[in-house]
């Protein structure tokens, strides 16, 4: 379920970061073609104009940027943190595991030693009937197995509950990476685009300061 809604989730971030790249292509272009018109017509006012709207639109993609990154490493922290909890978790649960596994293993194992020992006692039984010592072992021995298997019983269902548990959080850590792996990609786009809005202002300012030193030199 959670896979789905992943997938589901990338396929709606791809369709919004197309649509986002299409309309910022778009003004891109128109943003040139008026550069371009100004520079024809070396309409100094027209540049100041057109420079000044492009800074504009740049700082409000750059502020855009800037509070989607901060966004992001939130998530991103969001995860890592629930991810280092539910791993730390899971080491724990596998660790019960491991110990529950031995116990039935040692227990069922020693039922089969008993088992067995209880045999020959019945065989030594039935060949001297009078003695009391081994009538006594025999229900000793038949009642630590029932104990046993009891013992046994319970401990293959917890060992059974621990093991679903685990497994069901191994696929949740899985989930949340994969989740991980989005964010970053979300973060890394964003980071471009905010490094972008940086340079398109940094590259109009200096055709502002230009044009004021160029104006100066004419004036004087």
Avoid: C, G, W
């Avoid at 940027?65 to 922290?77: F, G, M, V």
């Avoid at 595991?97 to 020693?110: A, P, R, V």
């Avoid at 989005?182 to 980071?191: M, P």
């Avoid at 202002?201 to 004021?212: A, G, H, S, V, Y």
């Amino acid at each position: 379920m959670k896979n789905a809604i992943l997938e589901a989730l990338k396929k709606k971030r791809a369709a919004i970061l197309a649509l986002i790249k299409e309309e910022r292509a778009k003004l891109d272009k128109a943003n040139r073609d008026e550069e371009h018109a100004a520079d024809q017509d070396d309409d100094d006012d027209a540049k100041d104009k057109v420079a000044r709207k492009i800074i504009r639109q740049a700082k409000k993609r750059k502020r855009e940027a800037e509070e989607d990154i901060k966004h992001i490493k939130r998530k991103i922290t969001y995860i890592k943190t629930k991810k280092t909890t539910i791993t730390t978790k899971v080491t724990t649960i596998k660790t019960k595991i491991t110990e529950l596994k031995l116990l039935i293993d040692t227990k069922t194992s020693e039922v089969l030693e008993l088992t067995k020992t209880l045999q020959n006692k019945q065989e030594f039984l039935e060949k001297n009937p009078t003695s009391t010592v081994t009538v006594t072992e025999i229900e000793t021995i038949k009642k630590t197995i029932t104990e046993d298997e009891v013992l046994v019983k319970t401990t293959r269902k917890e060992y059974v509950t621990n093991t679903a548990e685990s497994i069901a959080i191994v696929k949740l850590i899985e989930y949340y990476e994969s989740a991980e792996k989005e964010q970053k990609k979300s973060l890394a786009t964003a980071e471009d685009e905010l490094e972008d809005a940086i340079q398109i202002i940094k590259e109009q300012e200096e055709k502002l300061k230009t044009k004021d030193k160029v104006k100066k030199v004419v004036d004087t």
